[in-house]
T-cell receptor, first 110, second 114 residues
Framework: DGGITQSPKYLFRKEGQNVTLSCEQN?????MYWYRQDPGQGLRLIYY???????QKGDIAEGYSVSREKKESFPLTVTSAQKNPTAFYLC?????????FGPGTRLTVT | GDSVTQMEGPVTLSEEAFLTINCTYT??????LFWYVQYPGEGLQLLLK?????DKGSNKGFEATYRKETTSFHLEKGSVQVSDSAVYFC?????????????FGKGTLLTVNP
């Protein structure tokens, strides 16, 4: 089945540690996206990539980093510089304007 | 900048009631419009879409019509079910470079009681 996988579903880290969230797609889409979801705030764009080896900052990129070495993969690193990292993170890929979402990773930092 | 405003929830209905969730937008350009649905603990799923004025998107009994004159894309369903309980997001897409970015509303939580 084609789709987007995110792992793990739940992730727990101590404050001060970097953590990397995985996102893989087998839809052969060029574009991939990372969003952060907080209660009552909808989705906010962190980073996006339109092509391998290229990515752009979204609205809230501070404290995050990404890489796009393969078309299928777009991992997100939440660094210790991110002041409030606890959130639900969603990855998506797109063909033209239609975005397809993964199941999400809930990150809790204590 | 581009933005989407949707009615604040939560919305609580009884089974078989009529549903309307209002959505209006502002955009520099001619956007495509979407409704996404998110069930508890899951990612978003595309519910329906419309790409030009007067288009009606429909899926699973839900409908929304792209109204350019009122910059609106209201979601409706004639008879809701308990299984429709979820968060609904209105979104618009404008082309940026060779791909598109989505701008989302804040979401509306719908609870349907038996």
């Amino acid at each position: 089945d084609g789709g987007i996988t995110q792992s793990p579903k739940y992730l727990f880290r101590k404050e001060g540690q970097n953590v990397t969230l995985s996102c893989e797609q087998n839809l052969n889409h060029d574009a991939m996206y990372w969003y952060r979801q907080d209660p009552g705030q909808g989705l906010r764009l962190i980073y996006y990539s339109q092509i391998v080896n290229d990515f752009q900052k979204g609205d809230i990129a501070e404290g995050y980093s990404v890489s796009r070495e393969k078309k299928e993969s777009f991992p997100l690193t939440v660094t210790s510089a991110q002041k409030n990292p606890t959130a639900f993170y969603l990855c998506a890929s797109s063909h033209q304007y239609e975005q397809y979402f993964g199941p999400g990773t809930r990150l809790t930092v204590t | 900048g581009d933005s989407v405003t949707q009615m604040e929830g939560p919305v609580t209905l009884s089974e078989e009631a009529f549903l309307t969730i209002n959505c209006t937008y502002t955009a520099t350009g001619y956007p495509s419009l979407f409704w996404y649905v998110q069930y508890p603990g899951e990612g978003l799923q595309l519910l329906l879409k419309a790409t030009k004025a007067d288009d009606k998107g429909s899926n699973k009994g839900f409908e929304a019509t792209y109204r350019k004159e009122t910059t609106s894309f209201h979601l409706e369903k004639g008879s809701v079910q308990v299984s429709d309980s979820a968060v609904y997001f209105c979104a618009l897409a404008l082309r940026g470079g060779s791909n598109y970015k989505l701008t989302f509303g804040k979401g509306t939580l719908l609870t349907v009681n038996p």
